[in-house]
């Protein structure tokens, strides 16, 4: 009974899982494929055709098949097109799958569902979900089967939700609740079975065209009911799946429901309608050239008629069973070591790969290394630049800063100089109005003194000449120290010119540089306006002025 179960979980996933489906070869068509094949110059054509020869090969020459899909994804890989990539690898997961490579398959569809995600696709990834989990469940791996297709159908539902779809839901429910109730009565939870098998075959009425999956439904319901011993619900739930495979004429699956009537009937010893429909089924088998089914078919008549002592009839029986036994045995040996042949090969593709692209990235690190070098060396030339240009900038602004403060220092002390000069000359003024006092009094003390006795006359005299002498001295003494505050390398710079100045010379040079009259001059040193006259000719001789137009007062302004 196990061998029998094994061989109709098989069947259900080779119907309902892959809407593709893999042709036998056509030389014809494969003449015509590698013709456009050779012609093409679009990758995009050179892609879909290398799909199409891929599936032309598929049944019968399947190195040659998965030849030419690798093509098909090394090819659609270098066009960086994410539609040819996926459909280069569900092709490749197909064929896997249905030679038995399971594992090459669900790397192929792992890698779909990856794009199909990128993209945002929900057909894509809902078929990428229902073909992984199809494979887990094919490798027995339910519990990982489970947990995929609850996923896909909590994504299914989602999908409908957000996008506000009508009532009537997609193809793929049928074929998601089949697998669920597939997986459940794996696990023995057969209640969780029958429901997912019942949520199916309601959807499934509702949509257009749902015979197989129907079928498929009706045919696992009645196997779990005959498992939990509902023999009217087992009965009814089968016939209708063989009614329904009648009416498309699908001769695989009457065979499977005929074997599935026949296992119901012998295990309730009804063996005169159990043999009927053994008979009828081992000869739809034969015709279709289902070998599992055949298998399945003789060994029950051998057990049948081996069980009742009907010699003749057993070893017939069991002939043909061995002889099919040791045909599905020979197929699954060559399967089995080209399936061993292929996967060291795709193994050592894989490794191949692997050094490859362990080679670029090495390459990809040695460029993003010398990219990052340069980058770095470019940051620090730009650094420095941008540090020297700063430095300059902060120079430029020490520069400008210390101009503006010599400006201004220099305002400064022209302001000083000028409020100097000011007081000076205000003080040479002073001085002068003090002298022409003193005069003034002198002058009216020797006026006055005529009138006077001798001895008060040359008390008089004695006053004026004492006036005139403190005069003279004290007036020259401040003078002399409040013109060196002021212009304290003058006397320094006329020495550079003529070192043989007179002291008399040197005061008038003073004088005129603080742009003092002849008449200021005379009145401050009581020297006559002639005498300043003539010892101002004699200076622009000592200057080096004579026979020139520059004027003394302005020459010495700017000494």
């Not at 075959?201 to 015979?211: G, K, S, T, V, W």
């Not at 009937?265 to 043999?275: C, D, K, N, P, S």
Request: with cysteine.
């Amino acid at each position: 009974m196990s061998s029998l179960f094994k061989g109709f979980v098989t069947t259900i996933l080779t119907f309902v899982v892959f809407p593709a489906v893999l042709l036998s070869q056509n030389q014809a068509r494969v003449d015509s494929l590698r013709y456009d094949l050779e012609m093409a110059r679009i990758d995009s054509v050179k892609v879909m055709t290398l799909i199409e020869l891929a599936r032309e090969y598929a049944v019968g020459e399947l190195p040659v098949s998965l030849d030419y899909a690798q093509q098909a994804l090394d090819l659609a890989e270098t066009t960086k097109d994410n539609d040819l990539i996926s459909q280069s690898l569900f092709t490749m997961g197909l064929i896997c799958f249905y030679n038995g490579l399971l594992d090459l398959a669900a790397r192929n569809y792992y890698r779909y569902l990856e794009i199909q995600r990128s993209l945002d696709n929900p057909d894509g990834i809902t078929s990428a979900l229902i073909n992984v989990g199809s494979i887990k469940l094919q490798m027995m791996e339910f519990e990982d089967a489970r947990e995929i297709f609850l996923e896909v159908l909590d994504y299914l539902n989602e999908t409908m939700a957000a996008g506000d779809v009508d009532s009537v839901p997609p193809a793929q429910y049928p074929v998601i609740y089949n697998n669920l109730g597939v997986i459940y009565h794996n696990l023995q939870e057969y209640n969780k079975a029958l429901d997912y098998y019942n949520k199916g075959i309601l959807i499934a009425r509702r949509i257009e065209n749902p015979q197989r999956d129907m079928a498929n439904l009706l045919n696992n319901l009645g196997r779990t009911y005959d498992q939990m011993g509902m023999d009217d619900e087992a009965l009814e739930a089968i016939n209708q799946a063989l009614d329904i495979r009648l009416q498309q004429g699908d001769k695989q699956g009457i065979g499977s429901s005929y074997r599935n009537l026949a296992i119901y009937h012998m295990t309730r010893r009804q063996y005169g309608q159990a043999l009927g429909y053994l008979y009828e089924g081992l000869a739809i088998a034969e015709e279709v050239g289902a070998l599992n089914l055949k298998v399945n078919f003789v060994e029950q008549l051998f057990e049948y008629y081996d069980l009742y002592n009907q010699p003749d009839s057993a070893l017939k029986y069991h002939k043909l069973l061995k002889e099919y036994t040791d045909q599905v045995n020979r197929e699954e040996t060559l399967r089995e070591l080209t399936r061993l042949e292929l996967t060291a090969h795709y193994q050592e593709m894989e490794l191949v790969r692997q050094m490859e692209q362990k080679r670029k990235d090495q390459q990809y690190t040695l460029v993003g290394g010398l990219l990052l070098l340069v980058a770095v060396i470019a940051f620090l030339l730009w650094y420095l630049a941008s540090s020297r240009a700063k430095r300059l900038r902060l120079l430029n602004d020490n520069i400008q800063l210390e101009a503006l403060n010599t400006s201004l220092e220099k305002q400064n002390l022209e302001k000083e100089l000028e409020v100097k000069n000011k007081e000076l000359t205000t003080n040479v003024m002073y001085q002068i109005r003090k002298n022409e006092l003193i005069n003034d009094i002198s002058q009216k003390l020797i006026r006055y003194s005529h009138e006077l006795n001798k001895e008060k006359q040359y008390l008089i005299q004695s006053i004026v000449k004492d006036l005139e002498s403190t005069q003279d001295e004290s007036i020259w003494n401040e003078f002399e120290v409040r013109f060196h505050q002021v212009h304290n390398d003058f006397y320094d710079k006329l020495h550079e010119i003529n070192p043989d100045l007179s002291l008399n010379e040197r005061r008038l040079c003073a004088f005129l540089r603080l742009n003092m009259t002849s008449k200021e001059i005379s009145s401050i040193t009581g020297q006559s306006l002639r005498s300043i006259e003539v010892a101002r000719t004699r200076l622009r001789k000592k200057l080096h002025l004579t026979n020139s137009d520059i004027n003394l007062s302005d020459f010495l302004l700017n000494v």
